[in-house]
């Protein structure tokens, strides 16, 4: 019952859990539970995205009214639908249902469309690629689509379906666009070869996306580095989220707020030199294509009146 409970009381998180390393071996024959020979196209959202104030937990999978089986033997814990009560706010989930398969393995199905099977309330135990419903657009959803996650250890880790999940072709490499600084509600982008003046510290993001083979797509990256003037200032991943003394974070230790600022990549509130300064930045997409990219910038320092 302890575990039942523990579980119910993440589903309408957007987040999740873990301390455990995903350095770890997966049961093989895993199938994708929507999408088919499309998946490369379809795959429009990726693990540990910014969803403006919190890490994206799985992976999204464009599709509407496409048949969505399970990814493999297991027994059906969890479904909620809104036909199970009419007169209460809709979750952020939506209709949906969460697997337990073996070796402590969660997999969770959101969005899905209206109308539960019945075999889904009778039916215990579930085999590989049996139908449990099909995509839809319930919950907060902005399109038709599929979220699905990977839970592990009772549903104190969230960990990216991509690891376990057969192989997406994706030879783009990530883009890695200008840098921004933001003062106050003021923002301004930084090329290479720019100069500003600078007062103080202040935010400096950077945009990065990868669009997979879909043209227009932006998505996540699995890990980033950024080097300041010659020292590596910060290197994440995105493999794996955590809870941690009550706050969200990856497997490097870095909670939301250390990685993002309004939705770009957060580099930090940065203390230039006067004169040249430089900032490296290294994104690694999923598929471990690679981009470097490096802004050189003149900053003049004035003082504070």
């Given amino acids: 019952m302890k575990k039942i409970l523990l579980l119910l009381s993440i589903l309408p998180i957007c987040l999740v859990l873990g301390q455990e390393s995903t350095k770890q071996k997966f049961p093989d024959g895993f199938i994708w539970p929507v999408g088919g020979e499309n998946i490369e196209v379809k795959l429009s959202s990726l693990f540990g995205e910014s969803r403006g104030d919190h890490f994206h937990n799985g992976v999204d999978v464009s599709s509407d009214n496409e048949k969505v089986s399970s990814i493999e033997k297991g027994t059906i814990i969890y479904s909620h639908y809104s036909s199970d009560n009419p007169f209460e706010n809709e979750g952020g989930s939506g209709n949906s249902v969460w697997i337990l398969h073996d070796n402590d393995i969660l997999s969770a199905y959101y969005h899905l469309k209206d109308g539960r099977s019945p075999e889904i309330l009778e039916k215990r135990f579930i085999q590989k690629g049996d139908a449990i419903g099909k995509t839809g657009n319930t919950g907060h959803s902005s399109g038709s689509h599929l979220h699905f996650v ?23 490499s990530p883009t890695i666009s200008s840098l921004i600084l ?51 200032y910060k290197k994440s991943n995105f493999n794996e989220l955590s ?17 993002f600022f309004e939705s770009h990549y957060y580099i930090g509130d940065l203390k230039f030199i006067s004169g040249d300064n430089t900032i490296s930045i290294t994104a690694v997409d999923f598929n471990n294509n690679k981009t470097e990219k490096t802004f050189t910038f003149y900053v003049n320092k004035i003082q504070k009146k």
């Fill in 150 to 172: 990977i839970a592990k250890d009772q549903g104190r880790k969230i960990i990216d379906p991509l690891k376990i999940l057969p192989p997406v072709k994706d030879t783009k």
């Fill in 182 to 232: 933001t003062i106050g509600k003021n923002i301004t982008y930084v090329n290479d070869g720019d100069s500003f003046n600078s007062s103080s510290n202040f935010p400096i993001t950077v945009d990065i996306a990868d669009t997979g083979e879909r043209k227009g797509q932006r998505r996540g990256v699995k890990s980033i580095q950024f080097i300041v003037n010659n020292k590596v």
């Fill in 243 to 259: 809870l941690v003394n009550s706050i969200w974070q990856n497997e490097d230790g870095l909670s939301f707020n250390d990685l």
